[in-house]
């Protein structure tokens, strides 16, 4: 299936309209679609925030617990390195 057919099919499940040529979508549309996009737009940046509060909050805790164990500096040093390369 084609792009042209995933579009098709994805408005026919929603009941959205099938045009036979494209055509420069209305000033109602082209607003919805603004909003939307910028919706999403909004929720990933969210998301991202809420992301590195998440991993900043677990190397903390990993920073405590591994701080109480015999592990030396050097060894603490390096596991954070490696949860920062995987940001």
Do not use: G
């Not at 099919?9 to 996009?37: C, D, G, K, V, W």
Request: glycine share 0%; proline share 3%.
């Amino acid at each position: 299936m084609d792009t042209i057919e995933k579009v098709a099919e994805f408005h026919t499940a929603f009941q959205h309209p099938i045009l036979t040529s494209p055509q420069i979508p209305s000033t109602e549309r082209m607003a919805l679609r603004f909003n939307l996009l910028t919706d999403i737009k909004r929720s990933v940046a969210s998301y991202k925030e809420f992301a590195a509060q998440e991993v900043e909050a677990y190397k903390e805790r990993l920073k405590k617990e591994v701080s109480e164990t015999l592990w030396d500096q050097d060894d603490i040093k390096n596991i954070i390195s490696l949860i920062d390369a995987v940001k």
